[in-house]
């Protein structure tokens, strides 16, 4: 065969059958869809083994993109798989993946491939290269984040968990990470279930079939409208404040009434519990703060703690704000900021307390099985930067200036009270009792976080 016109290594301590596992297992493929430009996943494939196939709709410009269906062959368990394009792009592609046995019994993992593209695009190879070596940079970084994070607990049982909100940007990222590491993910959604792997519930009607726990070990609750994005309207504030208190009331109400409870229950929370800080450091020793993001928190958490009345152990993950370009705050900044318009925020002495959310899903797995667990833990990186330390650090990773500044009189006048309560205010968070735990941090640079999650390498 010809030399791979692509190849790229990397060498894991693990062994390549354990390398191997990781990608056989569901959520294998989402793991690594580049959260940058996201491909659609028409059809997953069923398994690795030679026959099976995949189909994908690569993105291009708004709803247009590429079907791009793809068949794995040439399967040597533990030790190689090839995807071979059926239909799509190139005129030719071929991509091997080879796990091979290292003396000190570490795996060297290598990505070939052979393409060739269509006649008359020549001129582009050398971009084509180049993606692909931030697309490889950024799969071989998660696939070893992922392995280093599931270690700490391979030998521990596998579990069925539970998720709810499973369908948002962090909770598509959690089940198919958990799923990774061999555990059973079952999504508690508002319609009809498609397969097995979901259960319904209606929390707006409050219908909990206590059924649907039947068999689950852990359930985590990531349920909630969203803080962003919609103006507070007095409307849209109860929307965000019932969103939450009922559906975390009525998971655990009818928890605590199990004859066979589950093992643990993992509910998010978030930071807003502390209100508008300025430049004090709080932990989860602080008592709450004042305004509605604080008063939503206490409500929250409480709704949970109150129905669950001790039953089982119950964790309140406090999230700061989640860094990854598929969703939240990152993905709305990142196109700005590629355009060289991105700025401080008012004064941009405000803190910001982040999270990478490869770390997030580590610390939902770490409280998984972590007995001493109980009560909340502030889900943030041990360092809070200031908004002006934030916007100068993404501004070199996109390589663009950062000298448009947003006034705050601007931002009052496009968002409203949103302005003041979430992109102007001060939240200043220690991640003490998560420390204190024994969690360790896999992205706890501010700049190497935002390079992993970005994959601006």
């Given at each position: 065969?010809?030399?791979?016109?692509?190849?790229?290594?990397?060498?894991?301590?693990?062994?390549?059958?354990?390398?191997?596992?990781?990608?056989?297992?569901?959520?294998?493929?989402?793991?690594?869809?580049?959260?940058?430009?996201?491909?659609?996943?028409?059809?997953?494939?069923?398994?690795?083994?030679?026959?099976?196939?995949?189909?994908?709709?690569?993105?291009?410009?708004?709803?247009?993109?590429?079907?791009?269906?793809?068949?794995?062959?040439?399967?040597?368990?533990?030790?190689?798989?090839?995807?071979?394009?059926?239909?799509?792009?190139?005129?030719?592609?071929?991509?091997?993946?080879?796990?091979?046995?290292?003396?000190?019994?570490?795996?060297?993992?290598?990505?070939?491939?052979?393409?060739?593209?269509?006649?008359?695009?020549?001129?582009?190879?050398?971009?084509?290269?180049?993606?692909?070596?931030?697309?490889?940079?950024?799969?071989?970084?998660?696939?070893?984040?992922?392995?280093?994070?599931?270690?700490?607990?391979?030998?521990?049982?596998?579990?069925?968990?539970?998720?709810?909100?499973?369908?948002?940007?962090?909770?598509?990222?959690?089940?198919?990470?958990?799923?990774?590491a061999g555990h059973t993910v079952i999504r508690l959604v508002r319609r009809s279930p498609r397969d097995s792997g979901e259960r319904p519930w209606?929390?707006?009607?409050?219908?909990?079939?206590?059924?649907?726990?039947?068999?689950?070990?852990?359930?985590?609750?990531?349920?909630?409208?969203?803080?962003?994005?919609?103006?507070?309207?007095?409307?849209?504030?109860?929307?965000?404040?019932?969103?939450?208190?009922?559906?975390?009331?009525?998971?655990?109400?009818?928890?605590?009434?199990?004859?066979?409870?589950?093992?643990?229950?993992?509910?998010?929370?978030?930071?807003?519990?502390?209100?508008?800080?300025?430049?004090?450091?709080?932990?989860?020793?602080?008592?709450?703060?004042?305004?509605?993001?604080?008063?939503?928190?206490?409500?929250?958490?409480?709704?949970?703690?109150?129905?669950?009345?001790?039953?089982?152990?119950?964790?309140?993950?406090?999230?700061?704000?989640?860094?990854?370009?598929?969703?939240?705050?990152?993905?709305?900044?990142?196109?700005?900021?590629?355009?060289?318009?991105?700025?401080?925020?008012?004064?941009?002495?405000?803190?910001?307390?982040?999270?990478?959310?490869?770390?997030?899903?580590?610390?939902?797995?770490?409280?998984?099985?972590?007995?001493?667990?109980?009560?909340?833990?502030?889900?943030?990186?041990?360092?809070?930067?200031?908004?002006?330390?934030?916007?100068?650090?993404?501004?070199?990773?996109?390589?663009?200036?950062?000298?448009?500044?947003?006034?705050?009189?601007?931002?009052?006048?496009?968002?409203?009270?949103?302005?003041?309560?979430?992109?102007?205010?001060?939240?200043?968070?220690?991640?003490?009792?998560?420390?204190?735990?024994?969690?360790?941090?896999?992205?706890?640079?501010?700049?190497?976080?935002?390079?992993?999650?970005?994959?601006?390498?």
């Amino acid at each position: 065969m010809k030399p791979p016109t692509f190849c790229v290594e990397s060498v894991l301590p693990h062994s390549p059958a354990e390398v191997f596992a990781w990608h056989t297992r569901v959520g294998a493929f989402e793991r690594f869809n580049p959260p940058w430009r996201p491909v659609q996943i028409i059809k997953a494939p069923s398994s690795l083994r030679d026959g099976s196939q995949v189909e994908i709709k690569v993105p291009l410009l708004g709803p247009l993109g590429i079907l791009w269906k793809l068949t794995h062959r040439d399967y040597r368990d533990s030790e190689q798989f090839c995807d071979e394009q059926i239909t799509g792009p190139f005129r030719s592609w071929r991509h091997y993946h080879k796990f091979i046995a290292a003396p000190d019994q570490s795996c060297r993992m290598r990505d070939e491939i052979h393409f060739a593209l269509p006649r008359g695009m020549s001129l582009a190879k050398p971009l084509i290269i180049r993606e692909l070596t931030r697309l490889f940079r950024y799969r071989h970084m998660i696939l070893q984040n992922d392995l280093a994070l599931h270690a700490r607990f391979k030998d521990s049982p596998r579990k069925t968990i539970l998720v709810s909100g499973s369908s948002g940007f962090i909770g598509s990222a959690l089940c198919a990470f958990l799923s990774t590491a061999g555990h059973t993910v079952i999504r508690l959604v508002r319609r009809s279930p498609r397969d097995s792997g979901e259960r319904p519930w209606d929390p707006e009607r409050e219908v909990l079939e206590p059924s649907v726990f039947d068999g689950v070990d852990v359930v985590i609750h990531l349920g909630g409208e969203s803080i962003v994005g919609h103006r507070w309207t007095p409307e849209y504030k109860r929307r965000i404040l019932e969103s939450r208190t009922k559906s975390s009331a009525l998971l655990c109400k009818t928890i605590a009434h199990l004859e066979h409870k589950p093992e643990v229950v993992i509910m998010a929370s978030a930071i807003g519990y502390y209100g508008d800080t300025g430049d004090s450091l709080v932990d989860e020793r602080s008592p709450a703060g004042t305004g509605f993001l604080a008063d939503t928190g206490k409500a929250w958490e409480a709704s949970a703690r109150d129905n669950l009345r001790d039953a089982t152990r119950l964790v309140h993950i406090r999230i700061g704000t989640v860094l990854n370009a598929a969703g939240g705050a990152l993905k709305q900044m990142l196109p700005i900021f590629k355009l060289g318009a991105g700025g401080v925020l008012g004064s941009g002495r405000q803190y910001m307390s982040w999270i990478a959310l490869q770390d997030l899903l580590g610390i939902f797995e770490y409280a998984m099985f972590t007995s001493s667990m109980r009560g909340a833990f502030n889900a943030v990186a041990p360092e809070p930067v200031t908004n002006r330390e934030f916007t100068k650090t993404l501004g070199k990773i996109v390589r663009r200036p950062t000298i448009a500044p947003a006034p705050a009189a601007l931002l009052r006048l496009m968002f409203g009270e949103v302005a003041d309560a979430v992109l102007l205010a001060s939240c200043r968070v220690s991640p003490r009792a998560l420390v204190d735990s024994g969690y360790t941090y896999i992205l706890p640079n501010l700049e190497e976080a935002l390079r992993c999650e970005c994959g601006e390498f």
